[in-house]
């Protein structure tokens, strides 16, 4: 009988990450079963997506249709956090699994329990950093919860050095936890394709470089900046934002636009399916990896749409925080700028579009980095191998 491997996520967002899909699809190739435990994802404007590869199950929360009124908030969240644990931990069990991988914090509770019942196990993957992120409640709970569970994790994996590193420092960890980025496959698609381009012609705007943001288009995720820059950038040079976004942002962001008068420097397109997304990616001329320093998740930041850019091509404008400026400074694939100056990232854009040949150059470095070391080939070999020995070792309790 082939061996059952249960993957656990809160459906915060839609669309499972790259690392988890990748892992998922190397798993399937080598004939383990992978199960995908996951709840409904709300607000967004696209459905819960399913993992490529996997037996999926989406179960919806109830308690996450109160309100959000703010003298009930503590209480919804915790009655959400509990419902989701009753349901994760009877979907899981039900999975019968060899092997249960926990995706972040906020599931590392029930995938635990599950492992335990089952003798299996537990995988945990950091994502998010999550309790350094300035909205979580009950932070004193989250690090509680995460010092007592994450020893008795059989593997723990993070997506990028400087995250693993606090990770083993602050839990005084005896095994370092192994680094698997959230890289994309290759090769990709990297054909180029005309889709913004001819958005922009649909909208009346003329031919232009684009600089291209995906992600949530929120003040976070520096798109108040963003918007200021525009006043600052080169003629020709548009900024093409792609993402879920809040109606009151929207409306405050396009206020804004039309304040500034850069109505047609900046376009705010909604969330796109991920099988979508590449197209946009595939015909802008450089990407925009940008956030606040408003936490060490944010800090210690290196998103899945960074490797995205370098696998197709794109030059790219990132914050200067560690993780970011190793990979493109270190690689010379794009400019470094600090992400709450909208000078300097007008300059940072202005620098590489202006100029051909430094684009082209960046270009084909950062396919290079893509192909040499930034994709999944690379990064997952390590960590296939340790899961598939942790997996055929085991052989727990049918429940």
């Not at 079963?33 to 490529?52: D, N």
């Not at 723990?156 to 400087?162: A, D, G, I, K, W």
Request: net charge positive; aromatic share 8%.
């Amino acid at each position: 009988m082939a061996k059952r491997v249960l993957v656990l996520r809160f459906g915060w967002l839609p669309v499972p990450a790259p690392a988890i899909r990748n892992m998922a699809q190397a798993l399937a190739a080598n004939g383990v079963e992978v199960r995908y435990v996951t709840s409904e994802s709300r607000g967004a404007t696209i459905a819960t997506q399913p993992l490529p590869g996997a037996e999926n199950r989406v179960f919806p929360l109830w308690s996450r249709r109160i309100p959000k009124a703010p003298l009930v908030v503590w209480a919804r969240q915790a009655l959400v956090f509990v419902e989701f644990v009753v349901r994760a931990v009877a979907a899981g069990l039900a999975r019968h699994a060899d092997m249960v991988v926990a995706v972040d914090l906020d599931v590392l509770l029930p995938a635990w329990i599950v492992a335990r019942l089952r003798g299996a196990p537990l995988v945990y993957y950091q994502l998010e950093m999550y309790t350094e992120r300035p909205y979580i409640a009950a932070k004193g709970f989250w690090s509680f919860l995460e010092g007592h569970l994450i020893k008795r994790a059989d593997l723990v994996l993070s997506c990028e050095p400087n995250r693993g590193r606090w990770l083993e420092e602050r839990y005084g960890l005896r095994t370092p936890p192994l680094i698997v980025r959230n890289v994309p496959p290759y090769p990709l698609e990297v054909e180029r394709t005309n889709r913004i381009p001819e958005m922009l012609r649909a909208k009346g705007l003329p031919a232009a470089r684009t600089a291209f943001y995906q992600g949530w288009v929120k003040p976070s995720r520096c798109s108040e900046t963003l918007v200021e820059a525009a006043k600052f950038l080169a003629p020709g040079v548009v900024l093409f934002l792609v993402g879920p976004i809040e109606d009151g942002h929207r409306a405050a962001l396009m206020s804004r636009i039309d304040a500034l008068g850069v109505q047609g420097r900046v376009v705010v397109h909604p969330m796109v399916p991920p099988e979508e997304l590449s197209a946009f990616t595939r015909s802008a001329d450089l990407a925009l990896v940008l956030l606040k320093n408003d936490c060490l998740n944010s800090y210690y930041a290196a998103p899945s749409k960074l490797y995205e850019a370098l696998a197709a091509g794109l030059p790219v404008v990132a914050a200067d925080f560690p993780g970011l400026k190793e990979i493109v400074e270190s690689k010379q694939t794009g400019r470094c700028a600090n992400p709450e100056d909208p000078r300097a990232i007008a300059q940072a854009i202005n620098s590489i579009l202006t100029d051909d040949d430094l684009r082209n150059r960046m270009s084909r470095n950062a396919r290079r980095a893509a192909k040499e070391r930034y994709c999944y080939q690379v990064e997952g070999a390590p960590l296939l191998k340790v899961l598939l020995a942790l997996v055929q070792a085991t052989s727990p309790e049918d429940a």
